[in-house]
């Protein structure tokens, strides 16, 4: 059996004879205790598309380099998809609330349940919530009210906000700005504004996050908010099954291909992969409020 471990600069290579299974057992856990992985901080695993191999491609995670996972809900059912998976593996913990585009479903019944599913120890976050208004429906107005009513549970509950903005910044930061989430935190993900729109999230004390279309060859405009938004306030997601970076793009995305983004953020950040990988780690750790 063969460690790679990796602590900062320095690797350690330790072979075992495979008489070794105690040591094995101590080592690995060491491994993991210690050494930096990438922490996939928003994946859909619950949807259907991962229904034909999700045991096999969960079961990768750890040799692909990949740490925790946050499952996140996008609507009432897979909010509850979300928690049976971070129940079931260890690594993986779970975002429940309703995303923008699904909160025609919504009543005063279904905060009654976000709040009993956020009281579980592996929940970690409210979201993905927001506003997207990409498609006519549902109504701007209507997406206003879910999104401040599920801020409010956040703030209630005291768990960060995951938030879903797409053509929707102004009024986004307009919400954020009179629900004052700065008491609350969070992370704008798949960030797809301007720097200047990322710098006034990060002003009210939000993260970026970034995944596969920083690797995109038209993406100059997140080259751009990747430059300018200091490493100490940006994760990594895949947002998978969607957006997978280069060479990948159009196919079905996993967090095993997070290492290409890594990669295209250390060119950009002109740092070192493994710093990209322990401060966005840590980053991610601070706002989810998991330890190791
Ligand atoms: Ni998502």
């Not at 206003?144 to 960060?160: D, S, V």
């Not at 609350?184 to 710098?199: K, P």
Request: charged share 30%.
């Amino acid at each position: 059996m063969l460690y790679l471990c990796g602590f900062h600069e320095i690797f350690f290579v330790i072979k075992l004879n495979d008489g070794g299974c105690f040591l094995e057992k101590i080592l690995t856990f060491l491994v993991l205790r210690f050494k930096n992985m990438i922490f996939d901080t928003h994946a859909h695993y619950d949807d259907e598309q991962f229904d034909i191999d999700r045991e096999e491609l969960l079961a990768a995670m750890k040799d692909g380099g990949i740490g925790n996972i946050v499952d996140v809900g996008a609507s009432m059912a897979s909010s509850e998809r979300a928690l049976e998976l971070a129940h079931k593996y260890d690594f993986i913990y779970a975002a429940v609330g309703v995303h923008p585009s699904e909160v025609e479903e919504m009543d005063d019944s279904s905060i009654e349940r976000l709040r009993e599913l956020s009281k579980d120890e592996k929940c970690v976050a409210i979201g993905e919530i927001g506003l997207d208004y990409h498609w006519p429906d549902p109504s701007p107005e209507l997406q206003k009210i879910w999104f401040k009513r599920q801020i409010q549970l956040a703030r209630e509950t005291g768990l960060p906000i995951i938030i879903h903005s797409r053509d929707a910044a102004q009024d986004t930061l307009e919400i954020m700005k009179s629900e004052h989430v700065e008491d609350i935190g969070g992370v704008v993900h798949c960030f797809s504004y301007s720097a200047e729109v990322a710098a006034e999230c990060v002003k009210m004390g939000f993260y970026i996050g970034i995944g596969g279309v920083l690797t995109f060859k038209n993406a100059r405009k997140m080259v751009e908010v990747a430059e300018k938004t200091p490493i100490e306030k940006i994760i990594l997601e895949t947002d998978c099954p969607y957006l997978a970076p280069e060479p990948y793009r159009g196919k079905r995305n996993n967090s095993l291909y997070l290492p290409n983004v890594v990669r295209k953020m250390a060119e950009v950040k002109n740092m070192s992969e493994e710093d990209v990988i322990r401060i966005t780690e840590e980053n991610a750790r601070k706002m989810y409020g998991i330890s190791r």
